[in-house]
């Protein structure tokens, strides 16, 4: 599945107090947002959004930074995601409602054109999060110079630290025919990786 690496770098001189960080990380949720039948311990996003709410009121308490990932495969796996002509239609939206930190994505999540065509469309998936759907070596054939999303993210904490965030899909092949999924080698030559890492090292 996809990989989303994280550093923290310190932007400004840091007071004697230590600075706090929380990651929550999801993956593969393979269309379970009403949970997982099977599975007895199993959660649907109703029970994630309480969780999110308590740990983040347990976080200010803390002077703490609370961090949510999704490192991809949201669809392909249930009724709710797969009956609809375009496979995910459903869960992109449900997804929508989570206040991930970032997102990256998926081989599920590019196995589909028409899944891919609504994700880039003008008011879908990827430009709902503004810059937190990391998919550096996810490219999009109509505009194949760029990521599908954004190559990489960079969160200011209140604490005068950079979270530095990329996204990558492994060397997967069976991806959707108006894609590409570079080789992660071949992606971290381009300009972007240097841009990021002097944008965070500023």
């Known amino acids: 599945v996809a990989l989303s690496c994280v550093l923290s770098l ?6 004697s107090n ?7 990380h999801l993956t593969d949720v393979h269309g379970h947002v009403l949970a997982n039948r099977h599975s007895e311990d199993s959660a649907d996003f109703g029970d994630l959004t309480s969780l999110l709410t308590h740990l983040s009121k347990q976080a200010a308490v803390n002077n703490s930074n609370l961090f949510l990932f999704d490192s991809g495969d949201l669809i392909e796996g249930t009724g709710l995601s797969d009956a609809t002509e ?17 997102l990256s994505i998926g ?3 590019i196995g589909h054109a028409s899944t891919t065509e609504l994700m880039m469309s003008t008011n879908g998936f990827v430009k709902h999060w503004k810059g937190r759907y990391l998919t550096a070596n996810s490219l999009y054939i ?3 110079s760029s990521s599908m999303g954004a190559p ?15 996204g990558f899909l492994f060397d997967f092949d069976h991806n959707a025919d108006n894609t590409i999924v570079e080789a992660v080698d071949v992606s971290l030559k381009h300009p ?3 841009q990021a890492m002097s944008e965070a090292a500023a």
């Open 142 to 144: 109509p505009d194949h």
């Open 107 to 109: 081989n599920h999540d």
């Open 152 to 166: 990489y993210e960079i969160i200011t904490t209140d604490s005068g630290h950079k979270i530095l965030a990329f």
């Open 192 to 194: 972007y990786f240097t």
């Open 18 to 24: 230590n600075p706090k960080f929380s990651f929550v």
């Open 86 to 102: 375009v496979h995910g239609k459903y869960i992109f939206e449900v997804a929508e409602s989570i206040p991930y930190t970032g």
């Open 10 to 15: 310190p932007i400004s001189p840091i007071g």
